[in-house]
């Protein structure tokens, strides 16, 4: 466990040490990346010219832009952005230049730049850590009873005291310093104690320690360089993938009010995305679309340097400590060359084990043109645009800003892979730190009111059945309903594609009660069949279950009655219709007029399976008498099986009454031993000789007994077996014509 002490006398300590060390951007000149043939002239920056968001949280960012000749291109990123750009970056120079090198501002490690301090700290320390780096240096300690004390700082404990009258305890920490008079003080760290290291190399040493760890919570921003290399002016494309906030959807449902007072069965459908910009540039008037999906995507720290682990080999100095013989120095050659074998043997393990790091960090990243597919309207949008796209297929248009209208064609999608996406026309401009609402949907789109009630949810909840007629697959995301210009409820709805119809719950309906009144089930044999020692039970079942519902409102309500569904066969009778049924149920709906009760019998039919499977280890044959009883053609096929079952029963209790008697014929035998033991030698002997001969017979007699009855056993067993292999049979009810 680490332990602190109190926290002021850190920064008691802190604030003593002077600050002399320069920092690193003046201790080291930022070296010159660009290659030696590109010209140094005034670096041009590259805006974005596309954004592609995805639901995983990445986005393809494209930059487009001219050059002229020999060209630096710069790009800013922020830091957590650049290792997926390393991952990704795609750089096309398309009047047939090329690019000399990529170059961006690095730095060391802190666990690397902490290395060169002699401190011994790490990035994380503790107060005792840090007085554990000053023992033994000179240090002026003021605060402390008796007044200033200067000496060299020998350790730091902590001890265990009682505190109060209770079993309670508190941890103090004491620092032990020998004084320049040779003393050894022991003093309490506390509040008003200050520590102040005298040497002044050691001072720099923590002032350089402190700016090291102030440097790695300031992000700031990553310089990526682009070396051109062509003649003339020619167009240059620049595209990478990067970790961004995930777009949202967010729908709005609006029921214009009727002449009639009613809402009517349509309603308006707004859809709205929300976009944020955290990433290092400005969208400006950029082509914006949104993908609806998760592509494979996952993080390298490329942009890290990292530093590869080594093994340390001790020098062999142990050959030195003793004189050495000549069979000594044979051992010795053989020595280093075993040495050098094990030297090699490490650094080949080495290279396997940094190999097989490499190989499972290797993932199948798949590119983008790998899985989108481009439609011929998608290509006619992407001609029109200003500028031609490049990238990733599929991924075109733009999209209007949150104050623009919506208009026919604006919003286009296109399905690829497992994904869509929307695309509009228009540009969006987006600042970075900005966010904005981006319109992707209006329509008017049929929409009915009803409430929807389960035997799983059994309150009543107002809902909207709502039929997408757009072009557009409706993402999954949040709604809201207002009705007669109020708000009456939001909810979450999952995706929508094109023609699909969805149920939108979004109110409780508390004028609506439901109920079950009756139910009813019938089950007769159907069809039984016999085959391979299986009896196969063939019931036909016919179930009615009555639904009641209420309605006190003063409007009619229709009602979707959620009916759980069989999927094993059954079916719903031919005068029972259902509005629309899933995998697991059946919807009904039921017209329910304002003050009175309205109610639906759900009529169904389907098989019931029973097997039983016949053996000599179980007796069946109570079961088997059972369904002679109900199917009395079975008699004669399962007559034999049923005679030997009852042979076989006959000969286990024979064997069991057998074994019973062998247990008391062993007894008396055994009684009659020790009888003629104890009386050997009197006259009486003789009687307990004859009962112990008799009783010798009696158990050689129901050993032999057992021993035939359980050899009866194995054939009633072989018999049995035979007949269950062989029996076969079946049944079907008979139908009056």
């Not at 009873?145 to 902590?158: D, N």
């Not at 604006?410 to 319109?439: C, G, R, W």
């Amino acid at each position: 466990m680490r332990r602190s002490f109190a926290l002021p006398s850190l920064l008691a300590l802190a604030l003593t040490v002077s600050i002399h060390a320069q920092s690193p951007a003046a201790a080291k000149p930022k070296p010159t990346l660009a290659p030696p043939q590109v010209a140094q002239g005034v670096v041009k920056d590259l805006p974005v010219h596309k954004v592609v968001l995805y639901k995983n949280g990445v986005g393809y960012f494209e930059h487009a832009g001219t050059v002229s000749g020999n060209q630096r291109v710069a790009i800013d990123f922020t830091s957590p952005q650049l290792n997926d750009v390393l991952q990704s970056l795609t750089v096309l120079d398309e009047g047939g230049g090329r690019i000399a090198g990529v170059n961006y501002n690095s730095t060391t490690p802190l666990a690397e730049q902490l290395k060169t301090l002699s401190l011994g700290m790490t990035e994380d320390p503790t107060s005792t850590e840090l007085f554990q780096a000053l023992r033994g240096q000179r240090v002026e300690v003021t605060g402390a009873p008796g007044g200033t004390i200067t000496g060299r700082l020998m350790s730091i404990e902590s001890r265990s005291e009682k505190t109060g009258s209770g079993d309670a305890t508190v941890d103090k920490f004491y620092l032990s310093l020998v004084a320049t008079s040779g003393a050894v003080r022991v003093i309490e760290l506390t509040p008003t104690l200050s520590v102040r290291p005298l040497d002044g190399n050691l001072q720099g040493q923590l002032d350089r320690y402190l700016e090291l760890l102030s440097t790695t919570h300031s992000t700031g921003l990553r310089h990526l360089t682009l070396n051109a290399i062509g003649q003339g002016q020619r167009e240059l494309r620049v595209s990478y993938i990067s970790e961004v906030p995930v777009w949202k959807a967010t729908y709005r449902l609006v029921f214009p009010k009727t002449k009639d007072g009613g809402d009517g069965n349509s309603a308006i459908m707004q859809g709205w995305a929300v976009v944020d910009n955290t990433v290092g540039a400005d969208w400006d008037n950029v082509q914006l679309s949104l993908v609806a999906g998760a592509p494979q995507s996952f993080i390298q720290p490329l942009s890290q340097p990292i530093y590869s682990r080594r093994p340390e080999i001790p020098i062999a100095t142990e050959e030195q400590l003793t004189p050495q013989t000549h069979e000594a120095a044979q051992n010795q050659t053989q020595n280093v060359q075993v040495q050098s074998e094990m030297m090699n043997n490490q650094l080949i393990a080495q290279n396997r084990l940094q190999s097989n790091s490499k190989n499972k960090m290797r993932g199948n990243f798949g590119s983008q043109s790998q899985t989108v597919t481009v439609q011929a309207d998608a290509l006619a949008v992407q001609e029109n645009s200003p500028v031609p796209s490049a990238g990733i297929p599929g991924a075109f248009g733009g999209i209007y800003r949150a104050t623009d209208a919506i208009q026919d064609g604006d919003v286009a999608t296109n399905a690829f892979d497992d994904f869509f996406e929307y695309a509009l026309t228009q540009p969006v401009t987006i600042h970075k730190n900005e966010s904005a609402m981006v319109p992707i949907l209006q329509q008017e789109l049929p929409a009915e009111h009803v409430t929807l009630w389960s035997t799983k949810e059994p309150t009543p909840l107002r809902a909207v059945w709502l039929e997408n007629k757009s072009k557009l697959t409706l993402d999954s995301g949040s709604f809201s309903i207002f009705e007669s210009g109020e708000f009456a409820g939001e909810g979450l709805l999952d995706p929508i594609h094109p023609g699909e119809k969805r149920l939108l719950s979004y109110a409780a309906d508390q004028a609506v009660r439901v109920k079950v009144i009756n139910r009813n089930s019938l089950r007769t044999l159907h069809h039984v069949q016999v085959l391979n020692g299986a009896i196969v039970e063939t019931h036909l079942n016919v179930a009615s279950l009555t639904y009641s519902a209420t309605n006190s409102a003063d409007v009619d309500r229709v009602l979707l009655i959620e009916h759980p569904r069989h999927n094993n066969g059954w079916s719903l009778d031919s005068d029972v219709k259902a509005a629309e049924s899933s995998t697991n149920l059946y919807r009904f709906r039921l017209a329910v007029p304002a003050h009175s009760t309205a109610t639906l019998e759900v009529r169904e039919h389907g098989p019931e399976h029973n097997t039983v499977y016949l053996n000599s280890n179980q007796d069946q044959t109570t079961y088997m008498l059972d369904l002679v009883k109900r199917v009395p053609d079975a008699l004669e096929s399962l007559k034999p099986v049923i005679d030997a079952q009852k042979a076989l029963t006959d000969l286990d209790r024979r064997i069991s009454a057998s074994k019973e008697a062998e247990k008391s014929a062993e007894a008396d035998e055994g009684r009659d031993r020790d009888n003629l033991t104890a009386l050997k030698g009197n006259d009486a002997a003789r009687r307990f000789v004859d009962e112990l001969n008799r009783a010798e017979d009696q158990l050689q007699a129901t050993r032999k007994q057992t021993a035939d009855l359980e050899e009866q056993k194995k054939v009633a067993v072989e018999k049995l077996n035979k007949l269950i292999a062989e029996l076969s049979f079946k049944w079907d009810v008979r139908i009056e014509k």
